[in-house]
């Protein structure tokens, strides 16, 4: 199998596009394909789930029957077969979980290290990053680092399966809170068959004292990834997460349906960060990542809720990352970067619905479209009757390089309230030869000109992103926007 | 061996014939001023040389430093020294003035095969040239270009000129669109970079600019050629007569 592995990566490096399109060849440990009450059975008790929960999952699944998938994005693609695929893979080790990181397969290790994340602690504290990491692999949570030095400040970081059975009370109160089982086709979907993820709590007045961050990747072939994280910062607590996610490079489309619920009580903040670089399929659009998201936060009163994205893969992005403004005084933010290139897709934005007084919200948006792809902006602003003197800012900038993309703005404005203020600009502009001509003047190449130029226009969405990833977004945008000049 | 040797050159734009045999020869550290009408052809000299798109080369050729320029990317001819002063500077919003001349400096190291700078060792060279040029340092932190006045725009041509040290610097129209005092400021730091070893061609319209960038040769372009060449005082009394005296009297 070796030499498989290895032909497969020589073949992604030749190419030069997608960089982690490598696959890990480690016996999976999978659920019959399709999808029925016994196949949310099997991942239940594949869990050692309580009853409460398993519970919880059928209701969600009988209600996703009912349900038809939502057709209204800008996205086209043929019907997905939802029997035609697994829902439940995991690392055969699994099934005698590892108690530490020596534990963990090699090989996993190993993958984890070839996306550039220190996994094991020595690293981190050798002070390459000071970031704790939950991964998950497939559908199963691989390893938390960090987690004593967290749990002296009474946080919890950990995968989900392990909340459910260490904090039952906790998942209980709060998972389903945000985007209920039955909020859409996809999040039922998720309720239904998720199999891991992360979850995390802070306690009262606990400023987290380190970047938490989770990285997804998709390894296993026709899987699904269904991955559910929780965050809850209590009264006046302080989190800012980040997750990253990447997938190998096959010819069929892959599935991906999250559901991400943020809940911030009284004066607490959270900041959300994420980078999607999922596998975007070929030039010709074969193969890819369908990702169809559903990230919710509920901001209580003074709180903040601030969502920073940079999805430059996927084959189809379908994701508006929300906020619920619900108490008073309580501020909403929407930072995000969508960067299609080729045949890509990509339908996102973002939903502010403002209740409470006096409540804000800004939302940043920039899209680049390249080659053949297409890029909506979809987003709305909701004013509530009784969120007086509510305000939003909305700004969206679209940036088109060559001329058989498309750029897409869509945004829903409703006002209930006569003193709520709502605001709307958006661009639309072309990378232009005179730029690109100047960039060259000076000796700068054609394509590092062009990555210039699109790290400018995004610019204000980078900067919200945690330091140590903002560099690494940066390059990401070169590498997404590779050989879409000359 | 000169610097830039130019020999009968015609070139096209969208199918018209711009130039229509050109002749230039410069030697190093020669300071040479190209002077003539509105549609004479002179930005589009400019542009055949650092080569930009749709401008294409029907006859003739160019050498510089022997090599022959219009076989290489206009990223090719940068990083060899050749140094284009645009007549309208490009706005790139969003991108740090600062960040976009490192990355300028360190390509053309780069291409030379020279160590790239760190952020010390660059800022140390940017901070000597801004001095140098009396530039302040908020400029730099600006977006490029973006907002800037047009005197902002053309002194910081300059300053990207004193930091990639070009061997043949190209000068458009650097006069237009400045007020006397700017035109001053311009020209001084011009003249700062004066050197044996690096030549310029200033094309102008006006004399004005030659009265403080004094050339060591002046040639008058009408209708794609050059069909006058002289010394400084021929500038003097193109001013004094004008063009269309001029060309007539040469044609």
Redesign the interface.
Known sequence: MAAVLETIETVGEATDKYKHGFVTEIEMDRAPKGLSEDTVRFISAKKNEPEWLLEWRLEAYRHWLTMTEPMWARVGYPPIDYQDSYYYAAPKSDADRPKSLDEVDPALLDTYAKLGIPLKEQEVLAGVRNVAIDAVFDSVSVATTFKDRLEKDGIIFCAISEAIQNHPELVKKYMGSVVPTSDNFYAALNSAVFTDGSFCYIPKGVRCPMELSTYFRINAAETGQFERTLIVADEGSYVSYLEGCTAPQRDENQLHAAVVELIAMDDAEIKYSTVQNWYPGDEDGKGGIYNFVTKRGICEKRAKISWTQVETGSAITWKYPSCILKGDDSVGEFYSVAITNNRQQADTGTKMLHIGKNTRSRIIAKGISAGKSQSTYRGQVRMNAMAHGARNYTQCDSLLIGDECGAHTVPYIESKNQSARVEHEATTSKV????L??????????E?ALT??V??????VLQELPMEFAVEAQKLVGISLEGSVG | MNILSIKDLHATVDGKEILKGINLEMGAGEVHAIMGPNGSGKSTLSYVL????GYEVTKGEVLYKGENLMKM???E???AGV??A?QY??E????PTV??LK???N??RK?RGEKELDAFEFKKIMDARLKELSIVNDMVRR??NTGFSGGEKKRMEVL?MAM?EPSLAILDETDSGLDIDALKTVADGVNALRAEDRSMLVITHYQRLLDYIVPDHVHVLSAGRIILSGDKSLALELEEKGYADIVAAAA
């Open positions: 232009s030869d005179d730029q001509f100047y960039c060259r003047q000076r000796g700068i190449p054609e590092e210039l130029i790290n400018g226009f995004c610019r204000e | 650092s080569g930009r798109d990317l206009p990223e001819r940068a990083q140094f284009l645009f500077p490009v790139i919003p969003g991108v960040t976009f990355q300028a400096m390509s053309v291409a977006a490029l990207q990639l």
